[in-house]
């Protein structure tokens, strides 16, 4: 397998965030791969004209870049916001016994954090770009949640060529760099937690070792060893039969451990417009247990503007975010799937 690869950043960890030109132009090209209102909205903060189509949006940043009137700290953020709560894998936990009020106590926590090499990020932040391993970005805390970022370079192999010369196939790929930002939440009201790990293309069970290695970190940077994963089968059933979120596509599991995997034809249908798997699934009565979920959460009173694609996968006991995301969002449908957990 040959792999062509581009002399690409290896990380920029200054709070500077002073940029190379070919760091520039990286950052940038991942901002062009976000919806236009982002970047206006960027645009009108910074007193600069937001009209006009992508192109135009862009000239104006590269400008105000030349004059100093954006700085690459500011476009560094802007990124970290916009990533943050989309395309995540997202592990939910149950409450665990420990002392919520040591956490809760800004003292004691900055005890922790110093113990860890961590007391400078302390409702804090780091500006970070492409570090080659997850750094902890931010550590932010109140008497509601205490939350640590972190941030990484993700890499992707892009096939660009394939070659068939006698007996040998030849492969070529472009490897693609991406800037990804995980999150570890604390909730201090009710003892739960959430872990937000950035998806790549890669398999499912890399995500398991993901989380392993984040509560490696977790556990030296807050003394918390683990959560007991939140138990999503049931949940996958009663969101079925809610009506709150279409349903595109559920795997079945019968008490036997056979699998029965239904889909609709498309991401507007439900499955269970089809009367043939209606019927199947009456036959199968309450023999079945949910294995994977593929929702469209519906618009709701305002919270959902537009339908939110999960996929909640009982088997991991996590919830896959699919396409950019905000954070009402994602809070309000981690809310409902807890709720029927």
């Known amino acids: 397998m040959a792999v062509e690869e581009p002399n690409l950043p290896q990380s920029v960890t200054s709070d500077d965030a002073q940029l190379t030109a070919q760091e520039r132009a990286l950052l940038l090209d991942m901002l062009r791969n976000h919806k236009n209102e982002y970047i206006k909205e960027f645009l009108k903060a910074n007193s600069l004209k937001r009209g006009g189509k992508k192109d135009d949006l862009f000239a104006r940043i590269e400008e105000g870049i030349e004059t100093g009137k954006i700085s690459d700290k500011q476009l560094i953020d802007l990124l970290d916001r916009i990533e943050e709560y989309g395309n995540q894998h997202?592990?939910?936990?149950?409450?665990?016994?420990?002392?919520?009020?040591?956490?809760?106590?800004?003292?004691?926590?900055?005890?922790?954090?110093?113990?860890?090499?961590?007391?400078?990020?302390?409702?804090?932040?780091?500006?970070?770009?492409?570090?080659?391993?997850p750094r902890v970005s931010s550590i932010t805390h109140d008497n509601r949640e205490l939350t640590i970022k972190w941030v990484e370079k993700k890499t992707v192999l892009e096939p660009i060529e394939e070659e068939i010369e006698g007996d040998t196939l030849t492969r070529k790929y472009k490897i693609k760099h991406f800037r990804g930002a995980s999150l570890f939440r604390l909730n201090l009201l009710t003892g739960t937690a959430e872990l937000f790990i950035k998806s790549v293309s890669r398999g499912e069970r890399e995500y398991d070792k993901s989380e392993k290695n984040f509560w490696d970190q977790i556990t030296l940077a807050l003394g918390i060893n683990s959560f007991p994963k939140l138990d999503l089968s049931k949940a996958i059933e009663r969101i079925e039969a809610s009506g709150e979120a279409d349903n595109h596509q559920i795997i079945w599991e019968t008490s036997r451990g056979s699998k029965m995997n239904f889909k609709s034809p498309d991401q507007n249908t439900d499955y269970r417009d089809d009367q043939t798997i209606s019927k199947a699934l009456e036959a199968a009565g309450n023999n079945l247990k949910g294995e994977l979920g593929n929702f469209y959460w519906l618009p709701d009173n305002g919270i959902i503007e537009k339908r939110i694609h999960t996929k909640v996968y009982a088997n991991s006991n996590k919830v896959y975010f699919m396409g950019e995301r905000i954070r009402s969002e994602v809070d309000h449908v981690l809310s409902r799937i807890r709720h029927y957990s």
Not at 100 to 129: G, R
């Open 90 to 133: 997202t592990f939910l936990y149950c409450q665990l016994p420990i002392d919520l009020n040591t956490y809760k106590n800004p003292i004691k926590v900055q005890e922790i954090l110093e113990n860890a090499n961590l007391l400078d990020l302390y409702n804090s932040n780091k500006t970070l770009f492409l570090p080659e391993k």
